[in-house]
């Protein structure tokens, strides 16, 4: 199996003002203290990491990255490179929510090397955005993107949620308007999903409460639609199941996930993938702050896991599985490991090849965890 000749960079900064309905990340409200702590914490695992390999792209996420001063964003991307071979055309980005951010965030993070800002909005609708519990409103938003323009940033992904409680077609029309009419190089458009634990679990997820109100299957699938042929038709490439960019505009670091690239992450419960090695770091707070290289969930992956992984990531790609690159990556042909499931998956009009690559058909794209499945 042949590994990454490059490698990216995830950094986790676990902190937010408040935590929002739906959210199930590892994210909790924290003091100045803390905030320090945790920075000195990722620093001295940053120091502990040796990897010769060109890094071609970091990402700051969280929790929200913005929640902390600017210069401890700035401190850990010193540090960043100081210690790796960051390429000079690296895609950096850190995530930001409206609300929590200015003009100094801005200078700072230009000065520091952020390139790419990606702004948590997920509605245009001051009720939806109540109902998900976000701590800003529309303007506040506007307020961040004018804001990042004027700083410099020329490539700006916005975040948006759809299939929320009560969602019709016009809300989410709405939304993608004032989106699109703002022309930001990138579109996240994720699905609600309710998970366990969450506020949103509690009301939504069984029959009695308000579930109701969530669109069904149907609905869902007509809102996704909705949301792929409105961004085609304002010049949006749809790359990836839930992402649409500019042309060039594709969020590099996030494709390296889906095409296997190897990552290596930084802070509380940060995930890595290094040559075959799955790992994460430990998610108790006080933990990583005495210990800051523990790793747990530990696992040596088996080829045959790593081809499981390129297929259900990959066809998450519109352009699909590349059965040169799988060849390249493998020493064996696509076919020989699934040819009977594709052949199979093909038959029922969920995949189709052309041009070497494998790909998910439209309807494909409706029952794309029923494909993924199939090879894992």
């Not at 409206?98 to 000065?111: M, S």
């Not at 999903?193 to 939504?204: A, M, Q, V």
């Not at 770091?281 to 088996?302: F, G, N, Q």
């Amino acid at each position: 199996m042949k590994h990454s000749e490059k490698t990216g960079l995830y950094v986790h900064i676990p902190f937010c003002l408040r935590k929002c309905a739906y959210c199930d990340f590892l994210s909790f409200p924290a003091d100045a203290d803390t905030h320090k702590n945790y920075v000195n914490a990722l620093c001295k695992q940053i120091d502990a990491t040796d990897d010769p390999r060109p890094v071609a792209s970091v990402y700051i996420g969280g929790g929200t990255p913005s929640v902390i001063g600017p210069e401890w964003i700035d401190k850990i991307l010193c540090k960043l490179k100081d210690r790796f071979d960051i390429s000079g055309d690296a895609e950096i980005t850190i995530e930001v929510n409206p609300g929590t951010v200015g003009p100094e965030h801005f200078k700072i993070y230009r000065e520091a090397g952020i390139n790419r800002l990606s702004i948590g909005l997920q509605s245009a609708n001051e009720d939806e955005l109540k109902l998900l519990g976000r701590i800003h409103t529309y303007a506040d938003f506007l307020k961040t993107f004018h804001g990042a323009r004027d700083a410099g940033f020329d490539n700006i992904s916005v975040d948006l949620m759809t299939a929320l409680p009560g969602q019709d077609a016009s809300e989410l029309m709405h939304s993608l308007s004032c989106v699109c009419d703002l022309y930001p190089e990138h579109v996240s458009a994720y699905s609600l999903i309710l998970e366990e634990g969450t506020p949103f679990y509690e009301r939504y997820a069984d029959p009695g409460t308000d579930a109701d109100i969530l669109p069904d299957e149907e609905t869902e699938r007509q809102l996704y639609y909705l949301t792929r042929d409105y961004l085609a038709d304002r010049g949006y490439v749809h790359y990836e199941i839930s992402n649409f960019a500019k042309p060039g505009y594709e969020s590099r670091h996030n494709s390296s996930y889906w095409t296997g690239q190897d990552y290596l992450g930084f802070g509380l419960g940060a995930a890595s993938l290094n040559r075959g090695v799955r790992y994460r770091m430990t998610r108790d707070l006080a933990v990583y702050l005495a210990d800051p290289d523990h790793r747990e969930e530990i696992t040596v992956l088996s080829e045959r896991d790593a081809m499981s992984e390129c297929m259900f990531l990959g066809l998450r790609m519109m352009r699909g599985v590349s059965e040169r690159d799988f060849y390249d990556m493998f020493g064996t042909e696509l076919t020989d490991i699934y040819g009977e499931e594709i052949d199979r998956l093909i038959a029922q009009g969920l995949l189709d090849k052309a041009d070497g690559k494998l790909f998910l058909t439209e309807k494909g794209t409706d029952f794309g965890n029923y494909v993924f499945s199939r090879f894992v």
